[in-house]
């Protein structure tokens, strides 16, 4: 049998069984060690603030519809950072050049699942690396949606960059900002995040709540602003505090998933007076400027690669591992107590 974990409605989580289904031709059948949970977008379908449960994305348009739900509850198996063993391979697979073959560890994604049955064209390249610990598997695509951030930012060496939101995504933004050379502001509302952005790179920290992070940031850089901006939280007074604070000309990276209308950003401000860039990152795409050498493979690999040549510490952002019997028990910690959580990821 098969366990799938499902929201049956807002903040409302079970373990389904299901029977395991014959693999189908051109598929490999995956036995998940570890999936991690997006505070993110994944808690928007567990809140029931997400926009496809009141309106449909017209993929040919690219416009969202309303009078139609694009998902409804049950909304089964989210999730998109599984790590798991290869236990059954198609027959007419193996050889095809990078492959997985049974036993191999392999990182994608299939959802909160005991088991995952995936295309095998998704699994090329999917191998974890030698060396690297199972569980760093899971981050894959989150690590890639902070890279993604970093690649919209274009920093260049030595220009100060403020990044709003210290989740387990701010994080490893921050880290990488700093590693491709910039001097890192990091700012949040929780204690225990500022703390950890120091530990990832941080410059200075400041807490958000204080209403004077635009202030600071101006006093730091001679009154010029930071070169640049991250948006990660999702929030939109930060993303409004991002454009404050950023120098004339400079811009903002909105990397969050941002829900609902935009209340606490005011575009006549500083967006207007200061002619500042905003720049959407989203892990459906990289840069288009870039898309000629980049894609989303490719932030994904790379980064694990960062991950096992000892750049990032991604084993430091794990704060909980909580069996999948356990899962509803999960959501509520990100979503009632987030300042006692980091990454929480589910064990199968």
């Known amino acids: 049998m098969e366990r799938v974990v499902q929201f049956t409605g807002p903040r409302q989580v079970e373990v389904a069984r299901h029977e395991s289904a014959e693999l189908p031709p051109g598929h490999l059948r995956v036995r998940t060690r570890f999936s991690g949970i997006s505070a993110g977008t994944e808690l928007t379908a567990y809140r029931g603030t997400n926009p496809y449960l009141t309106r449909t994305w017209d993929a040919e348009s690219r416009l969202f519809r309303d009078g139609a739900a694009g998902i409804s509850y049950p909304v089964v198996g989210w999730g998109y950072s599984e790590v798991g063993e290869v236990t059954e391979v198609s027959p007419e697979l193996p050889g095809t050049p990078g492959m997985p073959a049974v036993g191999d560890l392999v990182w994608g994604i299939w959802g909160h699942r005991s088991e995952g049955i995936v295309p095998a064209e998704r699994m090329l390249g999917h191998t974890l690396p030698a060396g690297l610990a199972p569980l760093a598997g899971a981050f894959a695509r989150v690590g890639a949606i902070a890279y993604n951030a970093i690649l919209s930012a274009q920093i260049h060496l030595g220009e100060d960059v403020a990044v709003f939101g210290q989740g387990v995504i701010g994080l490893i933004a921050t880290r990488l900002a700093q ?13 225990v995040r500022l703390a950890a952005a120091r530990k990832y790179g941080a410059h200075s920290a400041l807490d958000a709540r204080s209403g004077t992070v635009a202030d600071t940031i101006r006093a730091a850089t001679d009154g ?3 070169d640049l901006a991250i948006e990660i939280s999702g929030a939109y007074p930060a993303l409004h505090e991002a454009v404050r604070s950023v120098a004339v000309g400079g811009r903002v990276v909105a990397s ?10 005011r575009l006549g401000d500083e967006f207007h007076h200061n002619r500042v860039e905003i720049v959407c990152s989203q892990i459906g795409g990289v840069p288009a400027p870039l898309s000629g050498r980049w894609s989303v493979e490719r932030l994904q690999q790379t980064f694990l690669r960062l991950v096992a040549e000892g750049h990032i510490d991604v084993a430091g952002l794990v704060s909980h591992v909580i069996p999948v019997a356990d899962a509803a028990d999960a959501y509520v910690l990100l979503d009632e107590r ?7 990821v589910l064990e199968f």
């Open 256 to 265: 969050g998933f941002y829900q609902g209308d935009g209340n606490g950003l």
């Open 224 to 226: 010029r602003g930071a």
């Open 338 to 344: 987030p300042a006692d959580a980091l990454q929480v």
């Open 179 to 191: 590693l491709s050379g910039a001097r890192v502001t990091a700012v949040d509302a929780m204690d």
